[in-house]
């Protein structure tokens, strides 16, 4: 089945430090969004991106989606400590209902 | 603003027991998703339904099952509690499938089976 994976795992960073989490999937998607879930709370959608090649931005967070529809990144540009959390991709088949979450990127700030 | 509410943040049970986890969403979204989160697996899907009485397996059905008597309401019940049940029960739901329609998620319920 569809296999969407997401690293590293785990991310320690700086303050003021750049952070970047990459999703790749076996098979060409429809679509990729992601999520930040906070610790403690809930999944929460960031952003969708539907075009091959597309990039997106929101202030300091860069998403892109591979020109194959394969793979996205997420770019956090000088981290701050209200980045902390887990961020989740989630991909979606063409032609498939599901959406399949990759196992999340945890990023740690230290001020 | 949509909101999913479920009915537990937290649940402890004893083996053997059966468990019901109920989630409701107010805007009238179609489909409906309940995930299990464990560390480092991300989250699994176990069931989803895309309409009323309508339902389809996920990715990890086993031990468990759904009803979707009502639009805004989904649950999730495991038959029979075992140990290895204890996680993060995540509610979802969205507006529709094409494209990729964004998830909302409840706040979760964590359960321990013991």
């Known amino acids: 089945g569809q296999q969407v994976m997401q690293i590293p795992q785990y991310q320690h960073v700086q303050e003021g430090e750049d952070f970047t989490t990459y999703c790749n999937s076996s098979?060409?998607?429809?679509?990729i969004q992601w999520y930040k879930q906070r610790p403690g709370g809930h999944p929460v959608f960031l952003i969708q991106?539907?075009?091959?090649?597309e990039v997106k931005k929101q202030k300091r967070l860069t998403f892109q989606f591979g020109e194959a529809k394969k793979n996205s990144s997420l770019h956090i540009t000088a981290t701050q400590t209200t980045d902390v959390g887990t961020y989740f991709c989630a991909g979606q088949r063409t032609g498939g209902f599901k959406t399949n979450f990759g196992a999340g990127t945890r990023l740690f700030v230290k001020a | 603003d949509v909101k999913v509410t479920q009915s537990s943040r937290y649940l402890v049970k004893r083996t053997g027991e059966k468990v019901f986890l109920e989630c409701v969403q107010d805007m009238d979204h179609e489909n409906m998703f309940w995930y299990r989160q464990d560390p480092g697996l991300g989250l699994r899907l176990i069931y989803f339904s895309y309409d009323v009485k309508m339902k389809e397996k996920g990715d990890i059905p086993e031990g468990y099952s759904v009803s979707r008597e009502k639009k805004e309401r989904f649950s999730l019940i495991l038959e029979s509690a075992s140990t290895n049940q204890t996680s993060m029960y995540l509610c979802?739901?969205?507006?529709?499938?094409?494209?990729?329609?964004?998830?909302?998620f409840g706040p979760g319920t964590r359960l321990t089976v013991t």
């Open positions: 979802a739901s969205s507006y529709e499938f094409s494209m990729g329609s964004e998830q909302y």
């Open positions: 991106l539907v075009k091959s090649g």
């Open positions: 098979t060409t998607l429809s679509n």
